[in-house]
T-cell receptor, first 112, second 110 residues
Framework: DAMVIQNPRYQVTQFGKPVTLSCSQT?????MYWYQQKSSQAPKLLFH???????NEADTPDNFQSRRPNTSFCFLDIRSPGLGDAAMYLC???????????FGPGTRLLVL | TQLLEQSPQFLSIQEGENLTVYCNSS?????LQWYRQEPGEGPVLLVT?????EVKKLKRLTFQFGDARKDSSLHITAAQPGDTGLYLC??????????FGTGTRLQVFP
C-alpha cells in the first residue's frame, strides 16, 4: 500500500548528540512536511518542501535542519538536541492539487 | 494566521455515551478538515466540509459546517473505546500549509 514511512518509531539520544530522523513516501507527492508534536497538543509545523524548495517556519529553531535528496525521502536533523526537543516528530506529504495531508506514524524522540 | 479554538480540550466518557466537539473561529473558511490521531500514530483525515450548513456522516460520526462557515462540530453517537484519540480540526492556508485547531483529546472507557 502507498504510504508514509518513518524510521525509527522510537529514538533515544543524549543531550547535545546529533540525531537524524527519516521519512519516506510511496505516494509520489511533491510536498513534504515535518511537524513537532508535544503531548496532547496539535502538531506544530517546522518546515516543508515543495519539491526541492525549502520553506522554514519563522519560529523554527536553527537547531533543526532538513534535507530532501529526492522526491521519496526527507530527513530531519537535530544538531544539538535539548531536553525540550523531546517530542513526537511527524512527517506528512501532500499532492499539489489537494489540501489533504497524509501523515506517517511518527518518531518519538527521547532526550536523556 | 486565523485561530481555531476547539472545545472541550479534554473529554473522558463511558462507552455508549454521545458527545460533541466544537471548532470555532471568528474567520470565514472555504473549507475545514477533521483529523483523528490515535495514540502513537499520525493524524488521519476523517472528512472535509466545504459548504455552509453541510452535514456529513461517517458511520457514528456526524460533521457539520456552520452556515456562516466560521465553525464546525463533530458529534459521535454511542462512543466506543476505538474512538479514543486526539481530534483536530484544520484549515488549509495558502494551499500548502495546514493550520490545526487546539485539539480535543477523547478517552472512551469500556
Amino acid at each position: 500500500d502507498a504510504m508514509v514511512i518513518q524510521n525509527p518509531r522510537y529514538q533515544v539520544t543524549q543531550f547535545g548528540k546529533p540525531v537524524t530522523l527519516s521519512c519516506s513516501q510511496t505516494l509520489n507527492h511533491n510536498v513534504m512536511y515535518w511537524y513537532q508534536q508535544k503531548s496532547s497538543q496539535a502538531p506544530k509545523l517546522l518546515f516543508h518542501y515543495y519539491d526541492k524548495d525549502f520553506n522554514n517556519e519563522a519560529d523554527t529553531p536553527d537547531n533543526f535542519q532538513s534535507r530532501r535528496p529526492n522526491t521519496s525521502f526527507c530527513f530531519l536533523d537535530i544538531r544539538s538536541p535539548g531536553l525540550g526537543d523531546a517530542a513526537m516528530y511527524l512527517c506528512a506529504t501532500k499532492a499539489v492539487a489537494s489540501q489533504t495531508q497524509y501523515f506517517g506514524p511518527g518518531t518519538r524522540l527521547l532526550v536523556l | 494566521t486565523q485561530l481555531l479554538e476547539q472545545s472541550p480540550q479534554f473529554l473522558s466518557i463511558q462507552e455508549g455515551e454521545n458527545l460533541t466537539v466544537y471548532c470555532n473561529s471568528s474567520s470565514v473558511f472555504s473549507s475545514l478538515q477533521w483529523y483523528r490521531q490515535e495514540p502513537g500514530e499520525g493524524p488521519v483525515l476523517l472528512v472535509t466540509v466545504v459548504t455552509g450548513g453541510e452535514v456529513k456522516k461517517l458511520k457514528r460520526l456526524t460533521f457539520q459546517f456552520g452556515d456562516a462557515r466560521k465553525d464546525s462540530s463533530l458529534h459521535i453517537t454511542a462512543a466506543q473505546p476505538g474512538d479514543t484519540g486526539l481530534y483536530l480540526c484544520a484549515y488549509g492556508e495558502n494551499t500548502d500549509k495546514l493550520i490545526f485547531g487546539t485539539g480535543t483529546r477523547l478517552q472512551v472507557f469500556p
